[in-house]
């Protein structure tokens, strides 16, 4: 088999930049503060690091609504602190990705101050205006991903212009040459500063409708629904178009050896799949959401991973997520004691795992109280549960003022189990959920067939979930249980003589299996075969 790249062998871990560190104590994490933390990283064994936006921005959709691409908001430092951090992540072999936002700028970015400012401006068509309707209404009837309508209304030019989420967030018009020119040049900014990739974000949503025909009505609409979902965005988004403008940015980055492109995308299997392009020459990564998004039962998730596997284009390297900045935490949605078989799940799998910051020491979703909201989801669909600061909370370090984060106030408040679930104190547990990542990690490393080998399915039932990796390496089976009650499993002939590399429990190392083997509650093993 060809040796693998570095984003297929390895690791990568997302960081919320706002959340991880305050380096200068005005309660908000900056660069300073993730390069005074990059030794977790290392202590806990990945291989790449995702920053979330660090850009000059307003902070309407805290970084999301960029105002200057080419600069750091001074929030989070400089770009010499950008520097330091690229060089001492190089020091320490660590690969640097970097959030890429090309759908929309900020209502503040030069650009947009252009394109508003005049219907002749040279800027005019960087972005997306629209007469109004014949009832002086919007153009059509696309939602905004924040609730209501996604045109808003210029008084100044009498026309609207699109916005798939805040109104202080101006979709740019891709079809425009000079507007794709303009977010290459940018790419190409960073990668001369030494970013080994970007994770494009909401990637699918470039390319609208040409015609901006209206979005068909949703059946399985129900109230109390998002008012995203009341109609099915089969013209504002996904277009077919969208596969050119990424073959476009994979050839920005085949100009520079080993980078990666990663895209963000929330759509079914079989669209999903298609953006690694003609040729596999679009994202190296398409990310595959169906861990966050899935019920927590053994029959779905062995369901969803052979479909996926028979859905990857031919030579399309699989990647899985379990948690992000925008989803609910995995220890949250499935419970502590799952949050560790999620952990070894996501971790043997075949393909490139993404982890979030927090999960290994089991962060859960804060409760945070409404006068200390910040999400402008949130604030615009109140009581929806679409409020996104739970999963936004700061790390937690050590059992000093603040769990370590910061010297000042929070920019949001601490899990309330902060003194007990910290790096710190959970580092000297031998059995704790960040010693398991270590463990793991450690022993995905140190074992070839599983970062290389291909994936059988083993068939069970009940909370039952088990796989093999094979390869000319060998053999290693994993089984899951997602229940809370105790299960055996039988191997028969699959697994004659075998031992146990790994439980989820850290304490079965080395015990020797023949044919069967008894899981306890909530637990998960690894097996040698042979």
């Known amino acids: 088999m060809a040796e693998l790249a570095w984003w297929q062998s390895g690791i990568i871990y997302q960081i919320y930049p706002r959340s991880f560190q305050d380096g200068n104590g005005d309660g908000i994490g900056d660069l300073q503060g993730i390069t005074r933390r990059l030794d977790h990283l290392i202590c806990l064994g990945v291989d790449a690091v995702w920053l979330s936006p660090f850009y000059q921005s307003p902070m309407a959709d805290f970084g999301y609504d960029i105002a200057d691409y080419c600069n750091v908001d001074p929030i989070f430092g400089s770009l010499a602190d950008f520097d330091r951090l690229r060089e001492e992540t190089r020091q320490r072999g660590l690969k640097l990705i970097l959030d890429l936002v090309p759908n929309h700028t900020s209502d503040r970015h030069p650009w947009f101050e252009e394109s508003r400012a005049s219907r002749h401006n040279a800027k005019r068509d960087w972005y997306i205006w629209r007469d109004p309707a014949a009832d002086g209404g919007p153009p059509n009837n696309w939602r905004s991903n924040f609730g209501g309508s996604a045109w808003e209304f210029d008084e100044a030019t009498g026309q609207y212009y699109y916005h798939a989420f805040l109104k202080e967030q101006p979709d740019l018009n891709w079809r425009n040459p000079a507007v794709r020119e303009a977010i290459y040049d940018v790419m190409r900014f960073w990668l001369d500063r030494g970013a080994d990739g970007f994770r494009v974000d909401v990637i699918w949503h470039l390319m609208k409708d040409a015609e901006f025909r209206d979005n068909p009505p949703n059946p399985g609409f129900q109230p109390g629904d998002p008012e995203i979902r009341r109609y099915l965005e089969v013209y504002s988004a996904d277009q077919p178009e969208i596969h050119d403008v990424i073959a476009e940015m994979r050839h920005v980055l085949d100009g520079y050896a080993e980078r990666v492109l990663i895209g963000e995308i929330y759509l079914p299997l079989e669209r999903l799949v298609a953006y690694y392009g003609a040729d596999l020459k679009g994202a190296h990564l398409p990310f595959n959401f169906q861990l966050v998004e899935s019920p927590w039962n053994a029959r779905t998730l062995a369901r969803i991973v052979e479909e996926y596997e028979r859905a990857l284009p031919a030579g399309g390297w699989p990647n899985w997520v379990l948690g992000n900045h925008d989803r609910p935490r995995i220890a949250s949605r499935v419970g502590q004691p799952q949050a560790r078989v999620a952990a070894m ?82 580092a000297e547990d031998e059995r704790s959920l960040l ?32 796989f093999e990796r094979v390869s000319e390496d060998g053999r290693v089976v994993v089984a899951l249980n997602l229940g809370p009650e105790p299960e055996t499993v039988d191997f028969g002939e699959r697994l004659a003589q075998g031992r146990i590399l790994l439980s989820t429990h850290l304490d079965r190392e080395g015990e020797s299996v023949t044919g069967r083997l008894a899981l306890r509650a909530d637990e998960g093993v690894i097996i040698a075969v042979g």
Do not use: H
């Open 435 to 466: 010693t398991l990542y270590r463990r793991l990690i450690a022993l995905r490393k140190a074992t070839p067939v599983l970062v290389a080998g291909s994936y059988v399915p083993i068939e069970m039932t009940k909370d039952l979930f088990a």
């Open 345 to 426: 799940k996501l971790l043997t799998l075949r393909g490139t795992p993404t982890l979030y910051y927090g999960d290994e020491i089991g962060l859960e979703d804060a409760e945070i109280p409404p006068d200390l909201v910040q999400d402008p989801a949130e604030k615009n669909e109140p009581g929806l549960g679409l409020g996104r600061d739970p999963q936004r909370t700061p790390m937690q370090w050590d059992r000093s003022d603040n769990a370590g984060f910061t010297t000042g106030k929070p920019w949001l408040p601490l899990s309330p189990d902060w003194r007990e679930r910290n790096v710190a104190t959970l």
